[in-house]
């Protein structure tokens, strides 16, 4: 499968705790985006990656949120010290350079923080 | 920021008749309008997209049309099966980022 890849797809955490996720990208895909989609909504913009340079990230992400794609290929998510309200599906979508229109999203990361 | 408003939120039809989902957005710099269909436990999955230079485009039985000056747009589905079922989003995309609507679930009764 060439698509796109996230793990873990599910993760339990106690509030207060740190947790990484990590996208995949689809090969040779320069641009890659962090989305969160609650229950019952759309995916909401997180952040957003050209290669290796975060060019944009969304004014609701907390300081709590870190991202990384230190070398243009896989990316990594971080929260820190989670709350209940971070209780949400991950999405990670990549984007071919020259169809920059096109996404194509990954399975997602379940995290639940109790 | 830009706005995604999505009509319905459910929609229940019978296999075989059309189903009909509209979006309107409030920022005139979007410019390209994609539409995602996603099943239970899965990442959203493109499944037709439009710019914002053409009215209508078709791809088998999926239509999606444009009307730029009232700043909305549709996906049709005509002939629907029970494999339709699932959530469907429209977006608009006025930049770099992606503005999504709240969903369409959508039901095909066999």
């Known amino acids: 499968d060439t698509g796109v890849s996230q793990d873990p797809r599910h993760k339990i955490t106690k509030r207060g705790q740190n947790v990484t996720f990590r996208c995949d990208p689809i090969s040779e895909h320069n641009r890659l985006y962090w989305y969160r989609q609650t229950l019952g909504q759309g995916p909401e913009f997180l952040t957003y990656?050209?290669?290796?340079?975060?060019?944009?990230k969304s004014r609701l992400l907390s300081d709590r949120f870190s991202a990384e794609r230190p070398k243009g290929s896989f990316s990594t998510l971080e929260i820190q010290r989670t709350e209940q309200g971070d209780s949400a599906m991950y999405l990670c979508a990549s984007t071919p350079s020259g169809r920059l229109y096109e996404q194509y999203f990954g399975p997602g990361t379940r995290l639940t923080v109790t | 920021g830009e706005n995604v408003e999505q009509h319905p939120s459910t929609l229940s039809v019978q296999e075989g008749d059309s189903a009909v989902i509209k979006c309107t957005y409030s920022d005139s710099a979007s410019n390209y309008f994609p539409w995602y269909k996603q099943e239970l436990g899965k990442g959203p999955q493109l499944i037709i997209d439009?710019?914002?230079?053409?009215g209508e485009k078709k791809d088998q039985r999926i239509a999606v049309t444009l009307n730029k000056t009232a700043k909305h747009f549709s996906l049709h589905i005509t002939e629907t099966q029970p494999e339709d079922s699932a959530v469907y989003f429209c977006a608009a995309r006025p930049g770099n980022q992606f503005y999504f609507g709240t969903g369409t679930s959508l039901t095909v009764i066999p």
């Open positions: 439009i710019r914002s230079n053409v």
């Open positions: 990656f050209q290669n290796e340079a975060q060019l944009e």
